[in-house]
């Protein structure tokens, strides 16, 4: 166990943070001793995957940081429809997709260059460019401290939604994602229901999951922010969903708002869009900021603070808030301590 440990290389926001005490679990043993530990010392235990979709606000974590590294990539089954792969939730998300391509698996290549790791992959459902990782899981298996015991969740019973699953709720908030099996289809069709994808392929002789996946990386370079080079956590705030009545008042008001039809008649906003029109694309207050390619993706532009970022997040949600009436979520965890 490390002590006073700098998560700086650990959220990809780039943000200055200690944690009182830090450790990287291997396997099922050592993730067992880690939490044996919290509970021993009373501190409540924190599952770090990527850190790709954190921000750390306060300047100490009085936790016990748990750096999730179990691996692991197997062929485990198939079906008629479906071949099955299990990987280690501490497996680099952007590499199992291009493992599983380059193996002739294909089916998330939509989702290439996303950053963090697999475990937070089915935490957060992360999605982009028409696809979400729930239209590929299998199951899920937890480790549940409570119990003792790791079991298997269907893919049924994560209750999957827009940037939500059940391992974002209070019933979950103990156990931890040990690895994720996800299903592939055998018979591969490219996902083209993102315009700028689309196009992007138009002239393409032939669309395989190769030139799909190398469009995406290429859209990804050119919209977000490298977190090797610009602290972000991707979108800093949920596209906010509305009901059909507050979107006609607001389409009236502004008749060139980006919106999209989604499932009980409601209407979901571009958050980006509504952030650009509050003025605040490329904005920047001492180091903290947006970006100025992407207005919903906040950006640390060299030493901000984990405060100073989340200010900034307020001052965003408080602008939007006053000329649309529209309240926007944040999408990443917010660790206060
Ligand atoms: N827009 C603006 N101004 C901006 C940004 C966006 O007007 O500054 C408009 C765009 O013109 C476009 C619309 O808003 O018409 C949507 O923008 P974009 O296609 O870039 O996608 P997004 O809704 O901003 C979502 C996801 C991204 C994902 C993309 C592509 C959320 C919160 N974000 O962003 O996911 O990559 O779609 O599918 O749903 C992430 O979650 O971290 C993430 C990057």
């Known amino acids: 166990m490390l002590r006073n440990v700098n998560l700086k290389p650990y959220n990809t926001m780039g943000v200055e943070a200690t944690a009182d005490y830090f450790t990287t679990v291997h396997d099922l043993r050592e993730?067992?001793?880690?939490?044996?530990?919290?509970?021993?010392?009373?501190?409540?235990?924190?599952?770090?995957?990527?850190?790709?979709?954190?921000?750390?606000v306060c300047k100490a974590l009085h936790r016990v940081v748990i750096h999730m590294a179990i691996m692991g990539?197997?062929?485990?089954?198939?079906?008629?429809?479906?071949?099955?792969?299990?990987?280690?939730?501490?497996?680099?998300?952007?590499?199992?997709?291009?493992?599983?391509?380059?193996?002739?698996?294909?089916g998330l290549e939509n989702l290439a260059l996303i950053p963090g790791s697999v475990g937070a992959s089915v935490v957060q459902n992360i999605g982009a460019y028409g696809s979400e990782v729930a239209q590929f899981v299998k199951e899920v298996d937890i480790y549940d401290p409570t119990a003792?015991?790791?079991?298997?969740?269907?893919?049924?019973?994560?209750?999957?939604?827009?940037?939500?699953?059940?391992?974002?709720?209070?019933?979950?908030?103990?156990?931890?994602?040990?690895?994720?099996?996800?299903?592939?289809?055998?018979?591969?069709?490219?996902?083209?229901?993102?315009?700028?994808?689309?196009?992007a392929l138009s002239g393409v002789q032939r669309t395989t999951p190769e030139a799909v996946f190398d469009q995406v990386v290429a859209?990804?370079?050119?919209?977000?922010?490298?977190?090797?080079?610009?602290?972000?956590?991707?979108?800093?705030?949920?596209?906010?969903?509305?009901?059909?009545?507050?979107?006609?008042?607001?389409?009236?008001?502004?008749?060139s708002i980006v919106?999209?039809?989604?499932?009980?008649?409601?209407?979901?906003?571009?958050?980006?869009?509504?952030?650009?029109?509050?003025?605040?694309?490329?904005?920047?207050?001492?180091?903290?900021?947006?970006?100025?390619?992407?207005?919903?993706v906040l950006v640390n532009y060299g030493k901000a603070s984990g405060a100073e970022l989340w200010q900034m997040a307020e001052h965003i949600r408080g602008k939007v808030n006053d000329l649309f009436?529209?309240?926007?979520?944040?999408e990443p965890v917010i660790l206060r301590d």
Not at 89 to 101: D, L, S
Not at 224 to 239: I, M, R, T, V, Y
Not at 325 to 330: A, H, K, N, Q
């Open 73 to 106: 990539f197997e062929v485990v089954g198939e079906s008629q429809m479906s071949t099955y792969i299990k990987v280690g939730a501490g497996e680099n998300w952007h590499q199992t997709v291009k493992r599983m391509i380059g193996e002739g698996y294909p």
């Open 31 to 56: 993730l067992k001793a880690a939490l044996a530990f919290a509970r021993a010392n009373r501190l409540p235990p924190f599952i770090l995957g990527g850190g790709a979709n954190l921000l750390i």
């Open 259 to 296: 919106h999209y039809r989604v499932a009980g008649n409601m209407e979901k906003l571009a958050a980006g869009w509504l952030i650009e029109e509050a003025g605040l694309k490329g904005v920047r207050e001492g180091d903290a900021g947006t970006y100025d390619k992407q207005a919903l």
């Open 148 to 199: 003792d015991e790791v079991r298997t969740l269907k893919a049924v019973d994560c209750d999957f939604r827009y940037r939500h699953s059940i391992f974002k709720t209070s019933q979950a908030r103990d156990w931890v994602v040990v690895s994720v099996t996800f299903a592939l289809p055998k018979l591969w069709r490219a996902n083209l229901s993102y315009d700028d994808l689309a196009q």
């Open 219 to 255: 859209i990804r370079k050119r919209k977000l922010p490298d977190p090797e080079h610009l602290g972000s956590a991707g979108s800093f705030f949920k596209n906010p969903v509305v009901t059909r009545e507050v979107f006609q008042a607001l389409l009236e008001r502004f008749p």
């Open 325 to 330: 009436g529209v309240t926007l979520e944040p």
